[in-house]
């Protein structure tokens, strides 16, 4: 090992041996936990340590059983004792109070001491916002995802779709908007060196006299979309500063634009050309998509009004390399995680694998997301009924006797239509003749020759229609002495009355015909409805089993994955089939529902109902993943409320003749809470959770480095035997990362794959069980400072506030567990940070190296590429590795502080707020007249908000209630205004 790397190793020791407690406290890992009790036996009160073993104990057991940790949405169901709308309903008459409080401080010119009640309550106000939940919608590229986002939020086309390409080409968060527009979109511009950075990786591509087929497409693409009048010739000759300064792209780098309106259609094409990678804006025929770095939609959709925001993100394996990037980054801020996949994709095994590449499932993994996956089917409405009844083995009904019999009766419909035609056109016939002889008065001596063209029509009808209708229908008689009258004269009168026979016969006839055309017909309508309906329904069987036959093998999928990355990490949270959320949906039968894309689409055949199309289900799902955060907010907000309202209360109600103390004896109560081991507790916290950050990864580091650097060289290997000259070269010119390919990660796969589990028990079990065993001891140390405090108090004062002083401490102790839970959530925010810094240190290490193959040319440049690559891993593979190693460990090491100190200020803000109210209550001086006054009408209005509010029936406690981080990535969650 060379200089540097020994300098690096020594400087990574030293930084564990920050972590590092005393060898009498944890000598080895996995016994610190009994080294911790028997530690606080010598410090803490009885009672304190007892309570610390009882609950390690019953938290042991937990962990065994895969409780402790668990999240989602099934665990905020279950908790849940008050619904969430409740809850809100609490925060805004809450939020009421405070304004009518604030409201009588500020009519008041009375001093309140340093009690800073105004700030309190405007702080507090300032607090009550609304959670967002971050939905990351991941999938390929033509996987469906702006089609199901327009669904969703119940738009035809808001998100450009379409079947043949990426219609979406920037990341698009979708959000609800309180505005007073039906539509708005916020447009965020990349910076100009951001654009300077891309662009220079475009030229060498344009440029290039043998380039990567794929790579030059997707270039020429971003280069003609914003530079529509540029070749290579004039790309060659145009400089940096030219293409940067361009009139059409100058203002826009680094800026921002808002679009706002009420029609759709107006707004879809206002939005257009940010969002759709083949749009064209009607200025020198122009798109701005490759200059977009991400846009913001609001609209009224219901599915969002509770704090969704979905983010719809460019195809995960796309060819481009942006887009992955932007996926990747967004794992990071998202709460839950939707994979997309047409249906008849994901059901096949080795698509299956590859939905969920090998280095997502370990981001995810490290990322503890694991649970927060809703696996989502598209496409339902494709689907052949011969294919899938034969691939799943389903009966195939027969329909060949109905099909027979409607033959049957559509010819004698048809046969009937055509019957009842010629008898109306003899009957029309007929009766012109008839008007004819009305109006003449001659005689006719010749047989009349509609006579005998009666005679032989008639005929003919009888003997062509079917004897069945024949022998049912009443035939005309025709006498036979008419056809021997042919040379007889007839009178006018005659000839008018045979017409007007035949005319009679004529009639009954059509009638007959119209009322058997009437029963057949409607015979033929029932049986091509019941027909109809039979096959509509086979086609809804088929679609059923392949979605129930396609849940279960992704379920399986899934938990096949849970095992082969240790089911003890995962907590079996993706163990019991069914766990795993997948809907298999059809946006298209849902919007045609819907009475959308009329014009555009036909029909889906076999949805009849919403609830088939599962978008409604989809919907549902959307809303429950808010309810934990929305549920925690809340709660925290009610109990800080509900802590100051106690504070307040006490404030108002001490009127009365002041009990005089001494300054010894002040300065014993004041200093109470340092006898009840709450700095001891705290101390003890800091050191379990420094040993366990240095047992479980930093001392892990050093085999992770040597297990990373002899997968180093092999990745590499790997390269080079397999990957083309100029995806080779394509492939470093953008830093390691291009397509489906990401060799930075690659290389720091052997390394992760070797650290993972200990770094996940440290984040999912260690670090939340100590957090969890520090949270339930305050209770006991501030029982404690509550019984020093009174004991050193004047009897009389006791009595008097002893009942409001125990629920002030109750609602103080309950408070600090939720704090102490959102500091957990903020830890796990940071360590996805700092997980990714593996990746991100490697990737600028060899930068240098990427680039220097990207600049190989000419003959044999793939071998002299070749060994570039290998003489890296070689040389400087080790060092690389440990330098990462490094920056995560000085990452892992702000990160305790930083959360060190926010226990600190926890712990403190409880102990001075506590300290006020006791003050108040046991030690308070004499009032003025007018400070009496602003008591008493402040005391009257918290009775009143008391009586209104009834926070004690809505069960605030934090064992009960819903964890600030439901839904399996707390860190996601984010605050809104």
Not at 7 to 27: H, I, N, R, T
Not at 463 to 478: D, G, H, N, Y
Not at 939 to 944: D, G, Q, Y
């Amino acid at each position: 090992m060379n200089s540097t790397t020994t300098g690096s190793m020594q400087q990574q020791q030293q930084q564990q041996a920050e972590f590092q407690v005393p060898a009498e406290q944890s000598a080895q890992h996995g016994h610190h936990e009994q080294d911790q009790h028997q530690g606080m036996e010598s410090t803490f009160p009885s009672e304190l340590t007892m309570c610390y073993e009882t609950l390690s104990v019953k938290d042991a057991d937990e962990r065994a059983d895969g409780r402790v940790g668990q999240s989602g949405e099934s665990q905020a169901r279950k908790h849940m004792a008050v619904p969430v709308s409740a809850l809100e309903a609490a925060v805004e008459k809450g939020k009421t109070v405070l304004s009518e409080l604030l409201g009588v401080f500020n009519q008041s010119h009375v001093s309140t001491g340093d009690t800073g009640w105004r700030d309190a309550i405007r702080e507090l106000l300032e607090s009550a916002r609304k959670p967002k939940v971050v939905i990351g919608v991941l999938g390929a590229t033509g996987a469906g995802k702006s089609s199901l986002i327009n669904a969703i939020i119940d738009e035809e086309r808001m998100l450009a779709t379409n079947c043949m390409r990426a219609a979406t080409a920037v990341a698009t968060e979708v959000a609800y908007n309180d505005g007073p527009r039906r539509y708005k979109a916020e447009v965020q511009f990349i910076q100009a060196e951001e654009w300077k950075r891309e662009l220079e990786i475009l030229r060498h591509e344009m440029l290039d006299e043998n380039p990567d087929i794929n790579a030059i497409k997707s270039t020429r693409e971003k280069i003609k979309a914003v530079y529509p009048e540029l070749d290579n010739g004039n790309l060659a000759n145009t400089t940096m500063e030219g293409l940067l300064g361009h009139p059409r792209i100058a203002n826009l780098l680094g800026s921002s634009l808002l679009i706002e309106e009420d029609d759709p259609r107006i707004f879809a094409g206002k939005l257009k050309p940010y969002i759709d990678s083949k749009s064209r804006t009607a200025r020198e025929d122009a798109g701005l998509w490759p200059l977009i770095k991400t846009v913001r939609l609001y609209v009224k959709a219901q599915a969002l009004a509770t704090g969704a925001v979905l983010v719809d993100l460019p195809g995960l394996y796309d060819s481009n390399a942006a887009r992955v990037a932007v996926a990747d980054d967004y794992l990071k801020r998202c709460a839950a995680h939707w994979i997309v996949a047409p249906i008849n994709r994901a059901v096949d095994d080795k698509i299956a694998q590859s939905l969920v590449s090998k280095h997502l499932k370990s981001q995810m993994i490290f990322d503890c997301i694991c649970d927060s996956l809703t696996f989502i089917c598209t496409k339902t409405d494709d689907i052949s009924v011969t294919e899938v009844q034969m691939s799943l083995g389903l009966q195939s009904p027969s329909f060949e006797r109905e099909e027979r019999a409607k033959h049957d009766l559509s010819t004698e419909v048809q046969m009937l239509d055509e019957e009842k035609a010629r008898v109306e056109g003899l009957l029309n016939e007929t009766q012109d003749h008839i008007d004819r002889l009305e109006d003449d008065s001659t005689n006719y001596p010749q047989p009349s020759p509609l006579k005998r063209r009666w005679k032989s029509d008639a005929e003919s009808i009888f003997t062509e229609f079917p004897i069945s209708q024949v022998s049912a229908c009443a035939a005309i008689k025709l006498e036979s002495s008419e056809a021997a009258q042919t040379s007889t004269l007839a009178s006018k009168e005659e000839i008018l009355r045979e017409h007007k026979a035949r005319k009679s016969e004529l009639r009954k006839r059509r009638n007959f015909l119209i009322q058997q055309r009437k029963v057949k017909g409607e015979q033929l309508e029932r049986l091509t409805a019941e027909l109809t309906q039979k096959h509509v329904s086979n086609i809804q069987t088929s679609i059923r089993e392949r979605n129930n036959y396609s849940k279960k093998e992704i379920t399986r999928h899934f938990q096949h994955l849970n095992r082969e990355n240790d089911n003890r990490i995962l907590h079996g949270k993706i163990e019991r089939e069914g766990e795993l959320p997948v809907f298999c949906v059809s946006t298209k039968a849902y919007q045609k529902l819907q009475g959308r894309l009329q014009k555009n689409e036909p029909e889906a055949a076999g949805f009849t109902e919403l609830a088939q199309t599962e978008i409604p289900q989809l919907q549902a799902h959307c809303i429950r993943l808010t309810e934990g955060p929305r549920g925690a907010s809340s709660k925290l907000f009610l109990i800080e409320l509900k802590k100051l309202l106690q504070s307040m209360l006490l404030w108002s109600s001490a009127t009365g003749s002041a009990h005089v103390l001494s300054d010894a004896k002040k300065q014993e109560l004041e200093a109470g809470y340092k006898e009840a081991g709450m700095q001891e507790l705290q101390d003890q916290l800091f050191a379990s959770l420094r040993t366990t950050f240095a047992e479980n990864v930093l001392q892990k580091l050093e085999n992770a480095c040597q297990h990373g650097s002899q997968g180093f060289r092999e990745v590499v290997a790997d390269w080079n035997e397999d990957v083309h000259w100029s995806t080779y070269r394509a492939i470093c010119r953008r830093s390691g990362v291009w397509k489906g390919y990401n060799w930075n990660s690659e290389v720091a796969y052997p390394m992760l794959e070797y650290i993972r589990s200990y770094w996940i028990r440290t984040f999912n079990e260690e670090i939340p069980l100590h957090l969890q065993i520090f949270s339930q001891n305050t209770g006991t140390c501030l029982d404690i400072f509550h019984k020093n405090m009174i004991s050193s108090a004047d009897e009389s004062s006791v009595q008097q506030n002893n009942t409001e002083l125990q629920k002030t401490l109750g609602t103080a102790a309950n408070s600090l567990r939720h704090q102490v839970k959102e500091t957990e959530a903020s830890l796990r925010i940071q360590q996805k940070t700092a997980n990714r810094l593996f990746v991100g240190v490697i990737a600028a290490e060899l930068e240098g190296t990427f680039w220097r193959c990207a600049n190989e040319a000419g003959t044999g440049m793939l071998k002299r590429m070749q060994a570039l690559m290998e003489r890296e891993a070689e040389v400087n593979g080790a060092q690389i590795l440990e330098k990462s190693a490094q920056r995560v460990s000085e990452e892992l090491s702000n990160i305790l502080k930083q959360t060190e100190g926010k226990i600190t200020r926890i712990v403190r803000a409880t102990v001075r707020e506590l300290a006020r109210d006791y003050h108040t209550a046991i030690i308070a001086s004499q009032i003025s007249e007018q400070e009496m006054q602003l008591k008493l009408e402040v005391a009257e209005a918290i009775r009143k908000a008391e009586q209104h509010l009834k926070l004690d029936q809505l069960n605030l406690s934090a064992e009960d209630g819903v964890a600030a981080t439901s839904n399996a990535s707390p860190a996601a969650v984010e605050t809104g205004p």
